[in-house]
């Protein structure tokens, strides 16, 4: 049988942090119709983590919704075991779960700093050290990829431009940059390759004052010359590559999948 677009993830397992909605969402959705076996992490939303696990089963995938504060290093480890126990084991971790905590800096409160960093710098930490720690352990499985293992990081677009309002967010992107890149060098010698996705404005709950009337809408695609906002799906398909052996050569690289936002568009008629 040739291998058709859909099933390039036949027989991998997958953690996708942040995945009750939004973009987590989508992704854990695009992987386990591409073949993979998916754990759907959440921290709240139980419910909307099981419509996902639902969908996907009725899709005919495999998926398991499990409870986990990425924030948190016990949480962290109980997450992977989980992995280990359902699936036996792992070869995709895309490390979705974000928030934002947006405050003008002089407004901004210790706790918004910190729980931003925690979720978006930490968290990611936390789970590119497990996986490595478990792609390290298990060896290659070349019937099933060619790498040993793939860790996506979901960042933003945020991560080059700076974000006025937001400095807890954009530093955790900022941070997360270099940690995907040093943890890609770091890995690449064992045959793991570390990349992330930095997406610029896709219509998810995140951002719904930014595109929920006509006149933000408009503002908001003033920043996006493609002409239309991201949906979750375009990252859904771009973390499919950049698990599979399609993008074998590719580590340490981010994909901005933001319809132009990081082509500084200012400048069109500017400067
Ligand atoms: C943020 C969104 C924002 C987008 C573009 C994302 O990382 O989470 O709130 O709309 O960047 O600015």
Same mark, same amino acid.
């Given at each position: 049988? /040739?291998?058709?677009?859909?099933?390039? @993830?036949?027989?991998?397992?997958?953690?996708?942090?942040?995945?009750?909605?939004?973009?987590?969402?989508?992704?854990?959705?695009?992987? !386990? !119709? =591409?073949?993979?076996?998916?754990?759907?992490?959440?921290?709240?939303?139980?419910?909307?983590?099981?419509?996902?696990?639902?969908?996907? =089963?009725?899709?005919?995938?495999? $998926?398991?919704?499990?409870? $986990?504060?990425?924030?948190?290093?016990?949480?962290?480890?109980?997450?992977?075991?989980?992995?280990?126990?359902?699936?036996? &084991?792992?070869?995709?971790?895309?490390?979705?779960?974000?928030?934002?905590?947006?405050?003008? @800096?002089?407004? +901004? /409160? @210790?706790?918004?700093?910190?729980?931003?960093?925690?979720?978006?710098?930490?968290?990611?930490?936390?789970? $590119?050290?497990?996986? *490595? %720690?478990?792609? #390290?352990?298990?060896?290659?499985?070349?019937?099933?990829?060619?790498?040993?293992?793939?860790?996506?990081?979901?960042?933003?677009?945020?991560?080059?431009?700076?974000? =006025? &309002?937001?400095?807890?967010?954009?530093?955790?992107? &900022?941070?997360?940059? +270099?940690?995907?890149?040093?943890?890609?060098?770091?890995?690449?010698?064992?045959?793991?390759?570390?990349? *992330?996705?930095?997406?610029?404005?896709?219509?998810?709950?995140?951002?719904?004052?930014?595109?929920?009337?006509?006149?933000?809408?408009?503002?908001?695609?003033?920043?996006?010359?493609?002409? %239309? #906002?991201?949906?979750?799906?375009?990252?859904?398909?771009? $973390?499919?590559?950049?698990?599979?052996?399609?993008?074998?050569?590719? /580590?340490?690289? /981010? #994909?901005?999948?933001?319809?132009? +936002?990081?082509?500084?568009?200012?400048?069109?008629?500017?400067?």
């Amino acid at each position: 049988m /040739t291998a058709s677009a859909e099933r390039l @993830l036949d027989g991998q397992r997958a953690i996708v942090t942040g995945a009750s909605s939004g973009i987590g969402a989508a992704v854990a959705r695009a992987l !386990a !119709a =591409a073949g993979a076996r998916v754990i759907v992490n959440f921290i709240g939303g139980e419910e909307r983590a099981g419509q996902v696990v639902g969908d996907i =089963a009725a899709a005919g995938g495999k $998926a398991l919704a499990v409870r $986990a504060d990425v924030s948190r290093e016990d949480q962290v480890r109980s997450l992977f075991a989980a992995a280990v126990d359902a699936w036996g &084991g792992l070869d995709i971790l895309v490390g979705n779960a974000g928030v934002q905590r947006d405050a003008a @800096l002089v407004d +901004m /409160t @210790l706790a918004d700093w910190d729980t931003v960093i925690g979720v978006n710098l930490t968290g990611q930490f936390l789970c $590119a050290r497990e996986a *490595a %720690r478990l792609f #390290l352990k298990q060896g290659a499985r070349p019937e099933v990829s060619t790498a040993a293992g793939k860790i996506i990081c979901i960042s933003s677009v945020h991560d080059v431009i700076p974000w =006025a &309002g937001h400095v807890n967010y954009a530093a955790s992107k &900022g941070g997360l940059n +270099m940690m995907m890149k040093s943890v890609a060098q770091e890995l690449a010698f064992h045959r793991v390759r570390v990349n *992330a996705i930095s997406p610029g404005a896709i219509k998810t709950a995140i951002n719904r004052a930014a595109w929920e009337t006509p006149e933000a809408m408009a503002r908001l695609l003033a920043l996006a010359p493609y002409g %239309r #906002l991201g949906e979750p799906d375009d990252i859904g398909k771009a $973390a499919v590559w950049l698990a599979s052996d399609e993008s074998d050569y590719v /580590t340490g690289a /981010t #994909l901005y999948v933001d319809g132009g +936002m990081t082509l500084y568009p200012g400048f069109i008629d500017n400067g």
